[in-house]
């Protein structure tokens, strides 16, 4: 046992034995203690201490290990990147904890017994990751600095491999050395005499420098740039629609490079009007800052846009890349640009894009916080946290301003620099000053953890520069393919309809599965608030627990428009529970065109439908060649084997269909009885009852659809139950039943009425 025995520390807040054997441990305080003479108090680890990652708490505890005489190392872990949850809990320990094992050699003999520095250590620091306000943080939930060796002076930790690290400006001077022709040894001596340290006192030692010489004869940093021009040039000539630009510097070396793929490019086009340009990460190999635009298509699906490598993180280097990408995209600019908080990147937004809205990412500020308020605040961190949280969450503009007085004031943050620059940028980052701009839900935490997740999968790409361009492109083709499968998946599910409103059947037909998930969360709480006439087309909605409060909404029948103060249809594109409720109150049962934003419509390949003249019994056949090919499409993107078969095999149905006669007749003397369009997947509601809904014009298709006729099988007819709809049948806007011309009219017929 070491002279300074330590002591031992233990949370049970996840529910969990937390000791390094995941047994219970003891607390052993001796009263000279190698903590109280080597440490000071705030580095310390403590149980409950907070950590913005897991790197940040590695760095931390291994501080506090140089500090005591020993070095640490990675230990166990709970979960796994990319699975699930992810990596949950995270244990560092002594790098003599455990014992080593013998490992069998390839030819299954045993390795030669090599020695080892473990002895079975017990100290370790045990972090589990918490979520709270969706925001990820880790927590010290176990702490022990109880050792069975002898613990290190100064001179001597430093020694340990864990400690010979090189600076990035100790790298550069190596580097530079070496291209002088200068010996190892010589370079050591001269980075001594710079330092001011004694002989060989230097932080790394003479084999450390020799390996990183090595390290920099097998990455020619002059080449490889050339290389990724090249390999550019190279897809530009295979793909026209393959966009790059890059700028070289005096010395005729690689300063920035941007580059876009074709599929990119047209995405774009359709849902390039929320934008994320996430510039937190780098390519460490080449010392490059890495920039990636995304953003979100009409199925929630992460959509990747566009790359850049800049060689400075300054305004000019911004202003190139943001000035390249919409070079990329014909001049077309986001509505809004989601960033981190970079006051360059802010000043170069301002100039290449002036009329987009710039916002910067609130859970990148958040994860800040932990740094800088919960030593300043203590105990009362958790409190300021939640205030914060429901402070950005608010709607009205007066409140916001009058609550953060309240909160500086409560919490006494006068003078904090954090507090001043928060307030400062608040147009920036709270969701008063956001919330009448699109932003496509990119600003939730759930996209914001897909979005992550890809951009994860790029940076593991980093491996040569020269193949940085193709592997991305790889990746990009891996999701577009997931996306299109999943998508696809999608629209062979039946919709399960929750309320019966054919505010929701209308919905169902138009939206896409995802945007339609959006609206039915909002028409399920619309029910829970009550709305009071205040004016001519002016109500007042709130929740029938509030006393006083909630949302002002305009409504002008005529004009089938309709506007709420809580600014969500224009923050999201997706109606409020406010206007809901005001549309079924006065029933309404139909949403205005320009309430289903084509951004979250179900694509189709053009505005006419090709089967709009389509004979009554061929309607049935047609059903069944697009449930086939749906079916085919979702089978045929499981391997690409399958994909050549059904590529080759279609063509070939193709070719003999048009060898086939076509009709005598013009299309356009077969009428089509039939009011609607075309039928869609089948819809199931809340009671489980099947219906098919039609696309039609605006005001056609709100109708409740014919019940599909089931086929006898084995002979056997079965029957199915008919479901009784008693709301409005013509899906006008503005009345009921009751008032319809069309129900209340003498000439009522089918065709009048469509499917009931």
């Known amino acids: 046992m070491s002279e300074g025995t330590s002591m031992v520390m233990e949370s049970s807040e996840n529910g969990t034995g937390l000791s390094q054997d995941d047994a219970g441990t003891i607390v052993e305080m001796p009263e000279d203690t190698i903590l109280s003479q080597q440490t000071s108090v705030n580095l310390v680890p403590f149980i409950g201490q907070r950590f913005v990652s897991q790197d940040a708490a590695y760095e931390f505890y291994c501080s506090f290990a140089k500090q005591c005489g020993f070095s640490i190392r990675r230990h166990r872990t709970r ?7 992810g990596v949950t809990r995270r244990d560092f320990t002594c790098h003599r904890g455990g014992y080593p094992q013998m490992k069998l050699s390839e030819d299954g003999k045993m390795q030669r017994n090599r020695k080892s520095s473990r002895c079975g250590c017990q100290a370790y620091m045990r972090i589990v990751k918490r979520a709270d306000f969706d925001v990820p943080e880790w927590r010290v ?3 022990s600095n109880v050792h069975n060796h002898e613990l290190l ?17 100790d790298k550069a001077r190596i580097c530079m050395f070496g291209k002088a022709g200068m010996s190892v040894r010589q370079m050591l001596r001269l980075m001594e005499l710079e330092k001011g340290v004694k002989l060989g006192c230097l932080p790394f030692t003479e084999i450390d420098v020799r390996n990183l010489l090595q390290s920099f004869r097998n990455v020619n940093r002059d080449y490889d740039p050339i290389d990724l021009i090249a390999m550019c040039k190279k897809l530009k000539d295979e793909d026209p629609h393959f966009q790059y630009d890059f700028k070289l510097d005096g010395h005729n070396r690689l300063e920035h490079i941007a580059w876009s793929y074709a599929s990119s490019v047209q995405l774009y086009e359709t849902v390039g009007d929320a934008v994320v340009f996430d510039t937190t990460h780098r390519v460490d190999s080449y010392d490059m800052l890495l920039g990636i635009w995304v953003g979100v298509d009409n199925h929630g699906m992460t959509s990747f846009f566009g790359c850049v490598l800049l060689r400075d993180e300054n305004m000019q280097s911004f202003s190139w890349g943001l000035k390249t990408f919409l070079g990329f995209m014909k001049g077309k600019a986001p509505q809004t640009l989601l960033t981190d908080q970079n006051m360059w990147l802010k000043e170069a937004i301002a100039i290449e894009m002036p009329a987009t809205k710039h916002a910067f990412c609130i859970w990148h500020l958040i994860s800040k916080f932990s740094d800088w308020f919960s030593l300043l605040l203590g105990s009362r961190y ?77 940076l593991s790409a980093q491996s040569q520069l020269d193949r940085f361009v193709e592997q991305v492109a790889e990746i990009v083709e891996f999701n577009d393919q997931a996306g299109s499968k999943q998508k696809m998946q999608r629209k062979l599910q039946k919709v399960c309809l929750k309320t019966g409103s054919p505010i929701e059947s209308h ?15 909002e028409l399920l709480l619309a029910p829970q608030y009550a709305s009071f006439l205040l004016d001519e087309g002016c109500f007042q909605v709130k929740h029938h627990t509030q006393m006083d409060g909630g949302c002002k909404v305009i409504w002008v029948p005529c004009e089938e428009h309709i ?30 065109d320009q309430y289903l934003p084509s951004r979250w419509c179900i694509n189709s390949s053009s505005s006419t439908n090709p089967f709009r003249n389509a004979t009554r019994e061929h309607s049935e056949k047609i059903q069944l060649l697009e449930s086939l090919a749906s079916t085919l499409i979702a089978e045929s993107i499981e391997t690409e084997e399958r994909l050549d078969v059904a590529c080759e095999q279609t063509a070939m149905v193709l070719a003999r269909i048009k060898d086939l006669p076509r009709p005598t007749h013009s299309p356009n003397d077969i009428v089509y009885n039939c009011p609607s369009d075309l039928i869609l997947p089948e819809v199931e509601d809340a009671d489980g009852i099947v219906q098919s809904f039609t696309i039609g014009t605006s005001h056609e298709s709100l109708t409740s659809g014919k019940l599909k006729e089931r086929r006898p099988r084995d002979g056997i007819d079965i029957p199915r139950k008919r479901r009784h709809f008693s709301g409005s049948c013509c899906g006008q806007f503005g009345h009921d039943s009751s008032d319809c011309p069309i129900m209340g009219g003498d000439n009522l017929n089918g065709d009048a009425l469509g499917y009931i």
């Open 153 to 169: 002076k100064a001179n001597e930790v430093r020694l340990l491999p864990a400690y010979c690290t090189i600076t990035p400006e």
């Open 563 to 592: 506007s709420c103060s809580c600014h969500h249809f224009e923050f999201s594109g997706i109606l409020c529970r406010h206007v809901l409720r005001v549309l079924s109150s006065n029933n309404c049962f139909h949403i205005p």
């Open 382 to 458: 958790d409190d300021w946290k939640s205030d914060f949280y429901r402070l950005y969450n608010l709607e009205s503009l007066e409140d916001f301003e009058d609550e953060w007085r309240e909160m500086v004031d409560k919490y006494g943050l006068h003078d904090n620099k954090h507090i001043i620059s928060l307030y400062a940028l608040r147009n920036f980052w709270a969701l008063p000053f956001l919330r009448p701009y699109f932003f496509a839900g990119l600003t939730s935490s759930c996209q914001s953890e897909t979005i992550n997740a890809f951009i994860q999968r790029i």
């Open 507 to 521: 919905a169902a037909t138009v939206l896409t599965p995802y945007a339609f998930g959006k609206l039915q969360e």
């Open 141 to 143: 939930t176990g702490f």
């Open 79 to 85: 979960g796994k990147d990319g699975v699930g949850r």
